[in-house]
């Protein structure tokens, strides 16, 4: 018997992806040099800072670049991520019948989509 649904924070119930490329991008584009979605999405991950550097010839350190977006992207993930469409429908309705767990690698949302979550993940309904 089922008595826990467990969701996947990001691509699920938000999806920080255009503001990842965002805090990306605010940084290069300081150094002169933003990236073309194209190559956000060939980089992905933890390499895209280096491979942006060694694309552009760059004598930066990646570390103080990866250290830069992340102070800019949770700027911007407080104004900027939103719930999904209907996930919060779909959250309280799932939650009507089971408990209910996030799952994430992701940094703290400290955001108006992190509010509703909790607040639906704090209701309890039925079971």
Request: proline share 3%; with cysteine.
């Amino acid at each position: 018997m089922i008595e826990v649904v467990i969701f996947d924070l990001d691509g699920l119930l938000v999806d920080s992806e255009p503001v990842q490329f965002r805090a990306f991008n605010d940084v290069f584009s300081r150094h002169g040099s933003p990236m073309s979605h194209d190559e956000y999405q060939s980089w992905r991950g933890w390499q895209v800072t280096g491979q942006w550097i060694e694309s552009r010839g760059l004598d930066l350190d990646p570390d103080i670049r990866r250290a830069e977006k992340k102070l800019g992207y949770g700027r911007l993930i407080q104004r900027e991520v939103e719930l999904k469409p209907a996930a919060e429908e779909f959250v309280n309705l799932v939650a009507q019948h089971f408990r209910l767990c996030v799952a994430s690698g992701s940094r703290r949302l400290n955001s108006n989509a992190a509010s509703r979550i909790r607040e639906c993940f704090s209701r309890r309904h039925g079971k």
